[in-house]
């Protein structure tokens, strides 16, 4: 198993531009999250899936948007970039309800100048 | 406001002695705890959990206790190696969905 990657690795984008972060596992698990976190900070939740179709915000949603169309797969889509969303992202993934350790993919590091 | 904090940036320790990272909670309807290990450039990947049932959890070298009266939770390693060498978070379960709330990580350097 791959557990859970992402891509890209790096990625600079100018002030306004958009991208998609992309996450996918292969664990079957239902629930997925990102976080970002920031220099000397926590993990912060933006957005969370507990299944195809079912998405909601998390801590830190604004300018952030998300999709979950398949169990494996859960985008983060970024519209009109702004140097605060400069950040490292990571997708995890996690069985079900209850089960609370995650597994993390390597992270996107991103920088919007 | 933070619900999980990690009040020591940093730690440095040598090869063979203790380390002991702290972790404080607000919210005493906490009833689970996690440790996360985190390399650089990498994701962050599980070590260690607790129950709040019990007031210590083992695993090898990594020992997790837990004081609720306190809300005070610490991460002991012993011996400490170099490859320990890592930034550490404590987390808990909040509002559901097994989301998480982190500290803001502690990074331990563990010198020859």
């Known amino acids: 198993n791959a557990g859970v990657t992402q891509t890209p690795k790096f990625r600079i984008l100018k002030i306004g531009q958009s991208m998609t972060l992309q996450c996918t596992q292969d664990m079957n698990h239902n629930y997925m999250y990102w976080y970002r976190q920031d220099p000397g900070m926590g993990l912060k939740l933006i957005y969370y899936s507990v299944g195809a179709g079912i998405t909601d915000k998390g801590e830190v949603p604004n300018g952030y948007n998300v999709s979950r169309s398949t169990t494996e797969d859960f985008p983060l889509r970024l519209e009109l970039a702004a140097p605060s969303q400069t950040s490292v992202y990571f997708c995890?993934?996690?069985?079900?309800?209850?089960?609370?350790?995650?597994?993390f993919g390597p992270g996107t590091r991103l920088t919007v100048t | 406001d933070q619900q999980v904090k990690q009040n020591s940036p940093s730690l440095s320790v040598q090869e063979g002695r203790i380390s002991i990272l702290n972790c404080d909670y607000t919210?005493?309807?906490?009833?689970?705890f996690l440790w996360y290990k985190k390399y650089p450039a990498e994701g962050p990947t599980f070590l260690i959990s607790?129950?709040?049932?019990?007031d210590k959890n083992e695993d090898g070298r990594f020992t997790v206790f837990l004081n609720k009266s306190a809300k005070h939770l610490s991460l002991h390693i012993v011996p400490s190696q170099p490859g320990d060498s890592a930034v550490y978070f404590c987390a808990a379960p909040v509002g559901g969905y097994s989301t998480l709330t982190f500290g803001k990580g502690t990074m331990l350097l563990v010198s020859p």
């Open positions: 607790i129950s709040s049932i019990k």
């Open positions: 919210n005493s309807m906490f009833d689970y």
């Open positions: 995890a993934s996690s069985y079900r309800e209850g089960s609370y350790e995650q597994y």
